[in-house]
């Protein structure tokens, strides 16, 4: 009866092996993901685990990077948001106050430093509406430019309400 192994040790050693392969196999799929700096031959298993999980930490701080790098580039709070004079100003698009006190008229447009183009269109949109431009400047602070237009309307219509 010692000859023969009971059931129970059989099925041990079937569901052990079935545990190796099946180990075996991630570890081949774990080592096809990871890229090698040496020979694939030459590395033991425990070399190839560890492998595995430094370039898994390289990959979660290069997504850390990226993500930092999507929110700077989407004008998040934290990377867009600048205080001029008490207030926040968002750089995510243009923004332009206008305000005019009898004949005069003052423009104030607020970009950031890749929007530039928007200056010289005011300017020419101005010069379609036989607006005489008395004083035009700007100042930089931080990623945004405040550029403010001092003009004099004259013709007594107002171009603000055509």
């Not at 790098?69 to 205080?83: A, D, F, I, V, W």
């Given at each position: ?41 030459s590395i033991s298993l425990p ?36 205080m001029y004079g008490g207030k ?75």
């Amino acid at each position: 009866m010692e000859n023969n192994p009971s059931p129970s040790k059989v099925d041990r050693k079937f569901i052990e092996r079935n545990r190796r392969n099946q180990m075996k196999t991630l570890f081949r799929k774990l080592n096809s993901l990871v890229p090698h700096q040496r020979s694939r031959e030459s590395i033991s298993l425990p070399d190839q685990l560890e492998e595995a999980a430094e370039y898994i930490k390289k990959l979660q701080i290069n997504a850390e990077k990226l993500k930092d790098k999507k929110n700077m580039l989407l004008g998040n709070e934290r990377s867009n948001g600048r205080m001029y004079g008490g207030k926040s100003v968002g750089l995510k698009s243009p923004r332009i106050e206008i305000q005019q006190m009898g004949s005069a008229l003052e423009v104030v447009l607020i970009t950031g430093l890749d929007s530039q183009f928007m200056f010289s269109e005011i300017i020419r949109v101005l010069g379609e509406e036989e607006v005489d431009i008395v004083n035009a400047s700007y100042k930089v602070i931080g990623d945004a430019v405040f550029h403010s237009i001092h003009c004099q309307v004259s013709h007594l219509t107002s171009i603000l309400h055509k």
